[in-house]
């Protein structure tokens, strides 16, 4: 019988296949020795378990059924290179059924989805938010650098919020100290919530010898004593506050580099425009994709979205098992149910997978493709952070097949370059924004420049 393929969907094929008699009776010599693996056998070794022992002690149908799983991949591969599809995912068994051929098997196949058009984004207009720099921005970044060079002072008056409590704090359970949170001499900034739950409310109003003692329930989280109610006791030996330095230029060129004010803003305007031009970069290409994938016609197949959910999950729930952290845990931490974390892997999943059939329709229609030059330099990158050489390295890569993956990762990062560079960043009001790099010096320059050059006119 010839391979059937009935279209069950906009990317989804069901193949039909045979498995004739001849080909099942084969595979069931290698059903039985995976079979015999499990099997303890008097007389024979796991793994050498003659056939017919299998069959007897197994039954027939247990046998044919393991051999048809022996034999379908073959089968379906040959079925798949000759009808030139690609699964996208793990093709799935939907139907088998006896003839007097041997087993027919109906499998279905989910392709990668492609686009029928791309959304148009030669020109498109995407708001994002300006990347000025504020006088009030410049201020804020000062006044850390002079809280950092701020100093401590013993004020009279009662602890308030943002002052420092010099204490003395025990903490016990069953008349028993805990060492880990007892402390002596410890500065503590009021209204921080940094050390133990309650702190903070007991200190707002204390003086200088005060004594404090209070009973708190610890946090789930916080260890052996996590949930269990513990005994505080504080004593306050003093109050400070902290005592900002004035700016003046003789304080700036004290804890700087600058020798002026005005040299020093200038410093900083220049950081915080190339930081907030960066981060309005990054949010700019990631609402060209939001906008495009909006646009975008195309029905993700179960399937697909199915092994993709399936793939970040593993991949999370690994990292918290790196970070020995129980994923009951963290449910709890972020206020989640189960439900809750699928349905918002799912979201991931098809938002992922949205990102990666627009770029891969962009990229052929505008024939972006990716360099041996940019494939040899991506690899001696990765192979700089590694312990082998660069051959060695790119000889691992491609005997395991992600030369591949890693073209696709250069290839997308260049077709989002190319998305970036051909839609038009507009402010709020719909004025087009500049994201190039240069400092807000240069562009005042340049204006300068070009004022002066019409006023000659």
């Given amino acids: 019988m010839e391979t059937n393929i009935v279209e069950a969907g906009p990317f989804e094929r069901v193949v039909t296949v045979q498995i004739e008699n001849t080909a099942l009776e084969s595979a069931k010599d290698e059903a039985a020795k995976r079979l ?107 006044d850390r650098l002079r809280n950092q060079f701020a100093e401590l002072e013993d004020v009279q008056h009662p602890v308030t919020e943002g002052d420092y409590a010099v204490i003395n704090l025990t903490a016990s359970l069953n008349a028993t ?40 329930t610890l946090p789930e989280g916080m260890g052996e004593y996590g949930g269990k109610e513990v005994t505080f006791q504080v004593l306050v030996k003093g109050v400070k506050t902290k005592r900002l330095p004035e700016v003046t230029n003789e304080w700036v060129e004290e804890v700087s580099e600058f020798e002026s004010i005005e040299a020093l803003r200038a410093e900083l305007r220049s950081g915080l425009h190339e930081h907030k031009l960066a981060s309005v970069r ?41 970070q020995e952290i129980p994923f009951a845990d963290y449910l709890r931490v972020t206020g989640q149910t189960e439900e809750d974390f699928v349905a918002d892997a799912k979201q991931q999943a098809e938002r992922s997978l949205s990102v990666r059939i627009l770029l891969d329709a962009v990229g052929e229609s505008a024939g972006i493709e ?10 001696g990158a990765l192979a700089a952070s590694s312990d082998e050489s660069p051959d060695e390295y790119e000889k691992a890569l491609r005997d395991s097949g992600q030369v591949e993956i890693v073209s696709g990762d250069i290839l997308r990062n260049k077709v989002i370059d190319h998305l970036v560079e051909a839609a038009v960043p507009v402010d709020e009001n719909g004025n087009e924004l500049s994201l190039a790099e240069s400092s807000p010096e240069v562009e005042a320059d340049e204006s300068a420049d070009d004022a002066a050059s019409e006023n000659e006119e």
């Fill in 36 to 142: 015999s693996k499990d099997m303890k056998v008097k007389g024979f070794r796991p793994g050498k378990v003659p056939r017919k022992v299998v069959e007897a002690t197994l039954g027939a149908d247990k046998l044919r059924s393991e051999a048809i799983d022996v034999a379908l991949p073959g089968i379906v591969a040959d079925a798949l290179t000759e009808a030139d599809l690609r699964p996208a995912a793990t093709p799935a068994v939907q139907d088998l059924r006896d003839t007097e051929e041997g087993v027919e098997v109906d499998v279905k196949i989910t392709l990668w989805p492609t686009l029928d058009h791309v959304p148009l984004y030669e020109g498109r207009k995407v708001a994002v938010a300006t990347p000025d720099v504020a006088e009030e921005d410049i201020d804020d970044q000062v």
């Fill in 370 to 379: 990716v360099t041996e030059e940019e494939l040899q330099q991506a690899m």
């Fill in 177 to 216: 100290q805990i060492d880990d949170l007892t402390a002596n001499d410890l500065t503590y900034p009021v209204g921080s919530q940094s050390f133990v739950p309650g702190l903070d409310d007991q200190l707002m109003g204390a003086s200088a010898g005060s004594i404090i003692k209070y009973n708190e």
């Fill in 282 to 322: 990054s949010e700019f290409a990631d609402k060209v994709l939001e906008h495009l994938i909006e646009d975008m016609d195309v029905e993700l197949p179960s399937a697909l979205v199915d092994a993709e959910m399936e793939f970040q999950i593993h991949r999370f729930l690994h990292r918290l098992g790196e």
